[in-house]
C-alpha cells in the first residue's frame, strides 16, 4: 500500500487587523486568587510610588504618569502608597481611588485594594493594570 501525497494550495488573503479598543473599566475588584497572593505573599510588586509629602495636584499628576508609564512598561502589579494621613482621614488616601476610576485612568486598571496591614494597610493601594499585550 502506498500513501499517497495529497498538495494542498492555500490562498492568501488581505486580513485587516483591528486593534481592541482600551475601555474604561466598571467594576474595580480584584479577584480571590490575587488576593491570597497578596496576602501570602507571593506576588512580586512591578513598580511602587511615594506620595507622601504631596498636594493633590501634585499627586494626581504623578499617579496619572505613573499608571500610564507602567502600563507602556507592561508593569501588572503596582502600589501607590498615599499614606493615611492625619486621624487616618488623608485627602490623598480617599482621592486616589477616584482617580483610579475616572475615565482617564479606569481603562489602564483592571482592580485596586488596599494592601494587608502587614504591608502598608490603608495607607497603600495594589493597583493591579490591564495587559498591554492584549491590546496591539
Known amino acids: 500500500i ?3 501525497e495529497k498538495k494542498k494550495e492555500f490562498k492568501s488573503k488581505k486580513v485587516t487587523i483591528i486593534p481592541k479598543i482600551l475601555k474604561p473599566n466598571i467594576n474595580f475588584s ?3 486568587k490575587t488576593k491570597k497572593q497578596i ?3 507571593n506576588l512580586a510588586f512591578d513598580a511602587i510610588v511615594d506620595l507622601h509629602g ?3 495636584v501634585q499627586a494626581y499628576g504623578i499617579i496619572l504618569d505613573f499608571v ?3 502600563y507602556l512598561n507592561n ?8 499614606g493615611k494621613g492625619k486621624n487616618s482621614i488623608g485627602k490623598l488616601k480617599i482621592k486616589t481611588p477616584s ?6 485612568l479606569s481603562k489602564f486598571v483592571v482592580g485596586f485594594d488596599t494592601m494587608p496591614n502587614s504591608k ?6 495594589f493597583v493591579k493594570l490591564k495587559n498591554i499585550n492584549k491590546y496591539k
Open 39 to 41: 496576602n501570602n505573599k
Open 75 to 82: 508593569y501588572k502589579n503596582i502600589i501607590i502608597i498615599t
Open 30 to 32: 480584584l479577584d480571590s
Open 2 to 4: 502506498r500513501k499517497i
Open 120 to 125: 502598608g494597610g490603608e495607607g497603600a493601594l
Open 68 to 70: 500610564k508609564n507602567c
Open 54 to 56: 504631596k498636594t493633590e
Open 99 to 104: 482617580w483610579l476610576k475616572s475615565k482617564e
